[in-house]
T-cell receptor, first 117, second 116 residues
Framework: AQKITQTQPGMFVQEKEAVTLDCTYD???????LFWYKQPSSGEMIFLIY??????QNATEGRYSLNFQKARKSANLVISASQLGDSAMYFC??????????????FGTGTRLTIIP | GAGVSQSPSNKVTEKGKDVELRCDPI?????LYWYRQRLGQGLEFLIY????????KSGLPSDRFSAERTGESVSTLTIQRTQQEDSAVYLC??????????????FGPGTRLTVL
């Protein structure tokens, strides 16, 4: 079984500052993927970034980067130069690469990020 | 439209009634997923379809919940004899990379179900 833990229920950050959202995970699987999704107040889930467990480089997508520390089982999301539009709920999720039939994502409880002008 | 669509956007029902929630995936996406999001919580997986078969329905909470999919298109999630604890947002997602490690799931706007 997999478990995702996000220990920050809410964060307030000044506009243009960088912010790190924490995510730790627990799995006995050797191969897995980690995802971050953003959920604005409108409710849709927006994919941000993916990190595979065997990827040697940390994933980056524009202002988003993933600080992946496999030994510590953490996959923190870093948002650089935060913008007002970054205010939203952020969810960390994982999927074990077990077999073709295992496609479900296991989600954490989320962090509500508020950017202050 | 280009994205995943769901209907209705909101549904209010009385305890004990049956409800049907509909999901239209992105055209060409072979995989379809249903999740449930209770207020203030993360998403809970319900069921996954590949084509019209369901390799993983391990997340369905009880036999009151069922889902079907027609070919590689529309899916319907049915909740029979609704209970107040069924109140949640039901999210549908689709993807075309099932089996790939970086399988990105594209989500719909959700259906907010309220059971009185």
């Amino acid at each position: 079984a997999q478990k995702i833990t996000q220990t920050q229920p809410g964060m307030f950050v000044q506009e243009k500052e960088a912010v790190t959202l924490d995510c730790t995970y627990d799995t006995s699987d050797q191969s897995y993927g980690l995802f971050w999704y953003k959920q604005p107040s409108s409710g849709e889930m927006i994919f941000l970034i993916y990190q595979g467990s065997y990827d040697e480089q940390n994933a980056t997508e524009g202002r988003y980067s993933l600080n992946f520390q496999k030994a510590r089982k953490s996959a923190n999301l870093v948002i650089s130069a935060s913008q007002l539009g970054d205010s939203a709920m952020y969810f960390c999720a994982m999927r074990a690469h077990l077999n073709f039939g295992n496609e479900k994502l296991t989600f954490g409880t989320g962090t509500r990020l508020t950017i202050i002008p | 439209g280009a994205g995943v669509s769901q209907s209705p956007s909101n549904k209010v029902t009385e305890k004990g009634k049956d409800v049907e929630l509909r999901c239209d995936p992105i055209s060409g996406h072979t995989a379809l997923y249903w999740y449930r999001q209770r207020l203030g919580q993360g998403l809970e997986f319900l069921i996954y379809f590949q084509g019209n078969s369901a390799p993983d329905k391990s997340g369905l909470p009880s036999d009151r919940f069922s889902a079907e999919r027609t070919g590689e298109s529309v899916s319907t999630l049915t909740i029979q004899r609704t209970q107040q604890e069924d109140s949640a947002v039901y999210l549908c997602a689709s993807s075309n990379l099932a089996g790939e490690f970086d399988n990105e799931q594209f989500f719909g706007p959700g259906t907010r179900l309220t059971v009185l």
